[in-house]
C-alpha cells in the first residue's frame, strides 16, 4: 500500500519516503520527478526566487523504511494480522479440543519474519505474537500447565493478551484467578464454563475487565445453576458494549430462558450474532416477535442447527433488520423436514407456500448462505433479495433449478455459487445442469462451481 511517509532535506534536496508492502523491494533504477511534487508547504522558496528552474531531485529508494513510519502506524499496520482469527462452529463445537480461537497460520508466519527486520519491529511483533492466549486443558501434554505458564511466562505476555480462551472449572479456578488478575485487556473472550458450584471468584474478575467487545459462550447447560449464574453475569457485564456474540449451545440442551431474556435486555447493539443448537422456540421470540435492540445494528446473523427456527420465520426477520449484510442458514430443518413425496400434504403444502409468498421489500443482502435445506425451506426463503447466494447441499436439486430460473426468487443475484451437490442418480449431471443453465439464463449473473475446491462446512 504505497503512501507517503516522510519528507526530509538531505544535501540541500529533497527525498520522498514510500511506505512499500512487506518484504520491501528496492527498485535498481531511481526516478525523477519535479521538486514542486515533493516539497512540503512550509519549504517553499521565496517569491523572488525562480521556483520553476529548481534542478530534479533525485529520490533515493533506499532509504524508503517502513521503520521510518510513526509508532502509531506501525502498530495500526500490525493489527491487520488479527483480523482473521476464527473459532470452530457447528458440530465440530461438540469436540471440546477445538474449543479455542485459531489465528491464521500465515498471518503468525509473517509477524515471525517481521521481527527480523529491525530492533523496533522486533519489539512490537513480540506483543503480537502473545496477543492469542489459550487457557484449556486440551491439548496439553502436561496437567501442569497453568501453574508452569503462571511461574514463567505470565508476567511478560500479560500486557499484550487481547485474545483469550478460558475454560473454568471448581479444580482449577484459584490458578485461574490469579492469572486473569494479570490480563487486563482482552478484546474477545471465549468462556468453556464447566462450574459445578459458585459463586466464582474467577468470574468476579472477568467481569471487572472493560475492554471485552467480543463473546463466544460455550456449553449452555441449563441443569447445571452455577454455569448459567457464570454466563448470565458475563452477558449483563459486557452486553452494552458487546458487537459480537456467539452462542454454541450442546445437543438437545437448549439455553436457559433467563439467558435470552439476558440477550435482549443487555446485548442492545450487536453487529454479528450466532447461535448452534437449540431446539427452543424462545429464541424465536428473541429474533422476530420481540422489539430486540439490535435489530437496528445487526450487520450478520449465522443460525446453525436451531431445528425451531423455520423458513418462513428467516423470511420474516429479514423484513425487521434493515442493517442487515450477511445472512447464514445452515441445517435447520424447517417445517416438513426432509423431502418425502409420499407424506400426506407435502405437495399442497408446497403449492401454499408459492402461492402466498410476497416480495420483501428491502435493499439485497450482501450474501445468504443456504446448507442444506429442504424444499419448504427454499421456497419460504426463494424471495429474499441477495447480491451473492452460496448453497451447500440442496435436498431438492430440481426444484433449486427451478426457482433459480424464476427473477422473482432470490431477486438483485449477481453471483451464485454452488460447493456441493448431490446428484439424484449417479453418473448423472442433470441437476447440475438444471442449476447452472436457470442461472446464466437470468443474465448477469455469475455462476461459480466450486463442487471440487471447498470443504464441507462445519455442521
Known amino acids: 500500500m504505497p503512501a507517503e511517509a516522510a519528507l526530509e532535506p538531505t544535501s540541500g534536496k529533497y527525498e520522498k519516503a514510500l511506505c512499500y508492502p512487506l518484504p520491501m523491494a528496492v527498485p535498481e533504477t531511481t526516478e525523477v520527478v519535479s521538486k514542486d511534487a515533493l516539497v512540503d ?6 517569491p ?4 520553476t528552474s529548481a534542478e530534479p531531485v533525485v529520490i533515493d529508494p533506499s532509504k524508503a523504511y517502513f521503520s521510518r513510519l510513526p509508532p502509531e502506524i506501525k502498530l495500526e499496520v500490525l493489527d491487520y494480522f488479527h483480523s482473521d482469527m476464527s473459532v470452530v462452529t457447528g458440530k465440530n463445537s461438540w469436540n471440546p479440543r477445538g474449543r479455542i480461537i485459531i489465528p491464521n497460520r500465515e498471518y503468525v508466519k509473517d509477524i515471525k519474519n517481521l521481527r527480523l527486520c529491525d530492533r523496533e519491529l522486533a519489539r512490537l511483533c513480540f506483543g503480537h505474537l502473545f496477543a492469542l492466549l489459550n487457557l484449556t486443558p486440551y491439548r496439553r501434554r502436561k496437567q501442569n500447565f497453568l501453574s508452569l505458564f503462571e ?4 508476567s511478560k505476555v500479560a500486557p499484550f493478551v487481547r485474545y483469550a ?3 473454568l472449572d471448581d479444580e482449577n479456578e484459584e490458578i485461574m484467578t490469579r492469572i486473569l488478575r494479570q490480563l487486563s485487556n482482552i478484546r474477545w473472550l471465549v468462556f468453556d464454563c464447566r462450574l459445578q458450584s459458585g459463586p466464582s471468584t474467577a468470574v468476579d474478575v472477568l467481569c471487572s475487565l472493560s475492554t471485552v467487545t467480543h463473546l463466544t459462550l460455550y456449553n449452555l447447560n441449563p441443569l447445571t445453576i452455577a454455569t448459567t449464574d457464570a454466563n448470565i453475569r458475563l452477558l449483563k457485564t459486557f452486553g452494552r458494549s458487546l458487537k459480537n456474540l456467539e452462542i454454541s449451545c450442546d445437543w438437545y440442551s437448549p439455553p436457559p430462558d433467563e439467558l435470552l431474556q439476558t440477550i435482549y435486555d443487555y446485548a442492545t447493539c450487536l453487529r ?5 443448537s437449540t431446539r427452543d422456540t424462545n429464541i424465536v421470540d428473541l429474533l422476530v416477535y420481540k422489539e430486540w435492540p439490535s435489530r437496528i445494528t445487526l450487520k450478520s446473523i449465522h443460525l446453525e442447527e436451531c431445528s425451531e427456527y423455520e423458513a418462513w420465520i428467516v423470511a420474516d426477520m429479514i423484513r425487521q433488520y434493515p442493517a442487515l449484510q450477511d445472512l447464514r442458514v445452515e441445517s435447520c430443518g424447517g417445517p416438513g423436514g426432509y423431502d418425502n413425496a409420499r407424506i400426506a400434504g407435502m405437495h399442497e403444502q408446497s403449492l401454499m407456500v408459492m402461492k402466498n409468498l410476497v416480495p420483501i421489500l428491502r435493499p439485497p443482502l450482501r450474501s445468504f448462505r443456504i446448507v442444506h435445506a429442504t424444499d419448504i425451506e427454499y421456497r419460504h426463503m426463494c424471495r429474499i433479495p441477495t447480491r451473492s447466494l452460496l448453497v451447500y447441499d440442496p435436498l431438492d436439486q430440481l426444484l433449486l ?4 430460473s424464476k427473477r422473482e426468487c432470490f431477486p438483485g443475484m449477481k453471483r451464485f455459487e454452488i460447493q456441493y451437490l448431490k446428484e439424484p442418480e449417479e453418473d448423472s449431471t442433470a441437476a447440475f445442469d438444471s442449476i447452472k443453465g436457470a442461472v446464466l439464463q437470468r443474465g448477469n449473473c455469475e455462476f461459480v462451481d466450486a463442487r471440487a475446491y471447498h470443504p464441507p462446512p462445519n455442521w
Open 41 to 46: 508547504w512550509d519549504t517553499l522558496p521565496f
Open 48 to 51: 523572488d526566487e525562480d521556483y
Open 151 to 154: 511461574q514463567g511466562m505470565l
Open 165 to 167: 480462551t478460558v475454560y
Open 272 to 276: 454479528h450474532f450466532y447461535i448452534y
Open 401 to 404: 433449478g427451478e426457482l433459480l
